[in-house]
Structure formats: structure tokens, C-alpha cells
């Protein structure tokens, strides 16, 4: 089937990880799905099996208790935890997002004393920057600490918190006062760890009632007068933002990976639905509309499937940028199209591109063609339908593109056959 497709940094040990990863979902995980949804958190004891089993935090070096792994590891499991599971366990914000904060901008100090437990699961961690009054636009946050000695005092309300009823270690941002310095930035941005167990002042809000992802644990934080000691801050002063922003590309990468687990899953089961499901006398996917659909949908999922293991591997060599990264997250279309074809030529030039796939590349990236062309037409206005704008003539040029070398619905018929 076209959904059946396998990434090309897929290798043997990573194979063996999702293995373990699905077999631990689905014994330990999707039994407790209804439970966990009602009571809108993950039991901790979960966390403390999953390390058991190596599913927390596989980028942590073996000197801090971890595997020693990166991100491709981080991916399977991300992978198979959206494949078997409705979305709801934080783990891609514990080791996705919270270890990688520690191991990149916090001391040999904090790894040793925080890592170790985090891959066990006996502290689960968190990241709070949004606050009520500031989400995108994170330097507009008023959460604020100031220094007394060996502490921190934190005054900041956070919201939409996720791990926030369970966390141990939150890591919080928030904007120092400096009176030795008044020249200081005020919009910059620090970062300290919360230890929620050794922290006066600081208070968990209910969870949040959301309308999806219920067994998700997201809430409101408060830290009034919350004492910090100073040898907690990660990174220099004022220096979060730019970690925050360096961090951004992993953290959208790992959405975007659900995103395109959940894609290819939707067809698939949709595509099973479709076979069973007898309409007239016979099965619905036998309707034309039926599999044109399907096989456009097909297409899709591949093509963000390509796009998203263009992105694991770059981010696996160090290459991922923060551009290409907020474009995985919303499946920017002409980058997609760009490594879909890519893809196609590589695999052709090694005997590999099937019918199937060469089909795909050829209805979807015509139809992209025209759509993005359409878009750009609108935005020239008139002129845009003038000959002499070159935008006008490729515009008139590549409708036909949809037509020959095959017309694009033959193309999906070649795919709903394979699918
Ligand atoms: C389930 C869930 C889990 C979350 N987990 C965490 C977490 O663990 N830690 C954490 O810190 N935060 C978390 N968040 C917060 C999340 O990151 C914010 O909700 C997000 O950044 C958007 O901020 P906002 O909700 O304040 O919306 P706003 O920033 O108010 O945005 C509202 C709308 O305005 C648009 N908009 C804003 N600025 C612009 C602009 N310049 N140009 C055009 N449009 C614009 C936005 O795109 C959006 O459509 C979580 C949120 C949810 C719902």
C-alpha cells in the first residue's frame, strides 16, 4: 500500500526501538487512554515505566544516565507514539524539549543532578514561556524575577503549560529587573529551573478543560514571591531568547512529524473504511470520486512524509534550519514540491522510482504548479493577465501540464490501484 512507505534514516536498531516503542504503547498506554482523558493527566507511574524501558529522553550522553542516542531516536518514538495513541502523553516536551534546554545551555552541575532522574521518569519536566497576555509574541511576557542574594524571586503567571500538573522541573521564562544595571534589556529574556518540590510560592493551577488531546496534562502556573536558587538559572542572564529560539526548530520538527504520523494514519484508515464499506452494491472505494480522493490524500501524506524526513535528517546533521523548520510545521507547499521531486530523481537514478510514486510527483506537483501560479496571478492584478508579465505567461503555460504525460486523474488511478 502507498501508505506503507519507509524512511530512508530508517535503519535496524531504530527499527528495534519502534518495536519496543509500540509494543510498551500498546500495553501500557492505550488500556489507560479513557482513564487518563477523564482525569486529564498521565499517571506518573507510566512515566517512571516508560524509562524503564528507554523511552525517555534518548539524546541524554551515558554519562548523565541516558542512552547516548539523538534525534532520529527521539523521532521513532515519537512516531510510534502517535501511530498507537490518541495525542496526550507530554514525553516530546519532557525529551524533546526540556532535556535538550538542560544539555545545551545548562552546567555539568545541572546535568548531573537533573538528567539522571528525567531519563527514569522520576521528574518530568516542563517549559513555561506563554503567559496570558503574551503567546507569540513571547517578548511581551511581564513575568518577572529579581535577584536577593543567592535566590531568584519569580512573580510570573504562565499558561497552557503542558506537564504543568505533573512536572518537577519547570523550566521558566522570565524577564530579570536589574537595579545595578538600569541600561540593562528589559525585553531580555532569562531562564531558571523550578524545582515544583523546593519552591515556596509556586502554585498549579486546575488543568485546563481543552476540546481535543484530553488526557493531556496543560494548565495554568503561578510563582508569587517563588524562590529559586541562582545556581538553578540555565544559560547566562538574559540570554533565553536566543536559546529559546535555537531551540525552536527541534521543537516544530517533532510537531511536524506528528502532524505527518497522524496524516498517514487518517488514510489509512480511511482507506479501510472505504474497502469495507459497501455503498450500491458495492464497496465504496470502488466509486471513482472515491479513490480520487483517497489518492490525492495518498499523495499528500507522501509528500509531507518526504518533506518531514528531509527535515530528520538535516536536523540529524546539524543542518536544520529555523525557515525550513516553521515550513515543515505547515507543510509549506513549494518546499514540499521541491523535495518530493528531489526525492523522485534520486530514486529514479537508482532504478528505485515505482510507478505509483512517479504518478504522485507527476499529479501533485502539476497541480501544485497551478495553484501556487493562480495565487501569484491574483496577487499581480490586472497585470498579472497582461502577456507581457512573464507570471501571466507561466500561468497560461502550465495548465496544460495537468493534462499531458498523462492526464492527472489517470495518474490517480494508477495510485488508488496501488493503494
Ligand atoms: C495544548 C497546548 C499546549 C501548549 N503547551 C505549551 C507549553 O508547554 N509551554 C508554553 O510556554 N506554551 C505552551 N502553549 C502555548 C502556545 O505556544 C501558544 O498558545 C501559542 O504560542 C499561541 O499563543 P496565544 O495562544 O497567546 O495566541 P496569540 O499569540 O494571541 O495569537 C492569536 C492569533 O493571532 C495570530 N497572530 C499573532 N501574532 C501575529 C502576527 N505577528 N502576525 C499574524 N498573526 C499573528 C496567531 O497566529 C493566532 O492565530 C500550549 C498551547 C496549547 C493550546
Redesign the pocket.
Known amino acids: 500500500m502507498a501508505t506503507d512507505y519507509v524512511s530512508e534514516w530508517m535503519t535496524d536498531e531504530l527499527q528495534a526501538l519502534r518495536d519496543v516503542a509500540r509494543q510498551f504503547f500498546e500495553r501500557e498506554a492505550a488500556p489507560q487512554m479513557a482513564k487518563w482523558s477523564e482525569q486529564r493527566y498521565v499517571d506518573r507511574e507510566f512515566w517512571v515505566k516508560a524509562g524503564r524501558v528507554g523511552l525517555l529522553c534518548p539524546t541524554v550522553p551515558e554519562e548523565y544516565g541516558g542512552p547516548g542516542g539523538n534525534i532520529l531516536h527521539q523521532v521513532a518514538i515519537t512516531e510510534e507514539q502517535s501511530r498507537v495513541l490518541e495525542k496526550g502523553w ?1 514525553n516530546n ?1 519532557h525529551s524533546g524539549v526540556v532535556t535538550d534546554y538542560i544539555l545545551r545551555y545548562g552546567s555539568k552541575e545541572q546535568c548531573e543532578r537533573w538528567l539522571p532522574s528525567m531519563v527514569e521518569g522520576t521528574v518530568i519536566g ?5 503567559e ?1 497576555g ?4 513571547v517578548r511581551a511576557m511581564t513575568g518577572r524575577a529579581r535577584r536577593d542574594g543567592d535566590e531568584y524571586v519569580i512573580d510570573a503567571a ?7 500538573q505533573t512536572a518537577d522541573l519547570i523550566i521558566v ?1 522570565v524577564k530579570l529587573e536589574n537595579p545595578q544595571d538600569p541600561a540593562a534589556d528589559p525585553r531580555a529574556i532569562t531562564l531558571i529551573a523550578v524545582e515544583a518540590d523546593q519552591a515556596p510560592g509556586f502554585v498549579r493551577g486546575a488543568p ?1 478543560r ?1 476540546i481535543g ?1 484530553h488526557a ?1 496534562d ?1 494548565s495554568e502556573l503561578f510563582f508569587e514571591g517563588c524562590r529559586v536558587p541562582v545556581a538553578n538559572r540555565i544559560g547566562a542572564e538574559g540570554a533565553g531568547f536566543p536559546a529559546l529560539m535555537n531551540q525552536m526548530p527541534q521543537e516544530r520538527l517533532i510537531l511536524a512529524v506528528n502532524a505527518v504520523v497522524q496524516t498517514e494514519k487518517a488514510v489509512r484508515l480511511t482507506l479501510a473504511y472505504t474497502k469495507e464499506r459497501k455503498v450500491f452494491g458495492k464497496p465504496l472505494y470502488d466509486q471513482q470520486n472515491t479513490r480520487f480522493v483517497l489518492a490525492e490524500c495518498a499523495t499528500l501524506a507522501r509528500a509531507v512524509r518526504l518533506f518531514v524526513d528531509h527535515c530528520i535528517v538535516a536536523h540529524a546533521r546539524g543542518r536544520l534550519d529555523n525557515e525550513t523548520a516553521a515550513m515543515a510545521k505547515c507543510a509549506t507547499l513549494a518546499r514540499a514540491a521541491r523535495l518530493f521531486v528531489d526525492h523522485c530523481i534520486v530514486a529514479h537514478a537508482r532504478g528505485r522510482l515505482d510507478n505509483e510514486t512517479a504518478a504522485m510527483a507527476k499529479w501533485w506537483l502539476t497541480d501544485v504548479q497551478c495553484q501556487v501560479l493562480d495565487e501569484c496571478v491574483q496577487l499581480f492584478g490586472g497585470y498579472g493577465y497582461m502577456e507581457e508579465y512573464p507570471i501571466a505567461r507561466m500561468y497560461a503555460d502550465a495548465r496544460v501540464q495537468k493534462i499531458y504525460g498523462g492526464a492527472n486523474e489517470i495518474m490517480k488511478e494508477i495510485i488508488a490501484r496501488a493503494l
Do not use: R, Y
Not at 126 to 130: L, P
Open positions: 507530554g516536551v516542563a517549559i513555561a514561556m506563554t496570558p503574551a503567546g507569540s509574541d504562565k499558561t497552557f503549560i503542558t506537564n504543568g521564562a485546563l481543552k488531546q493531556a496543560t
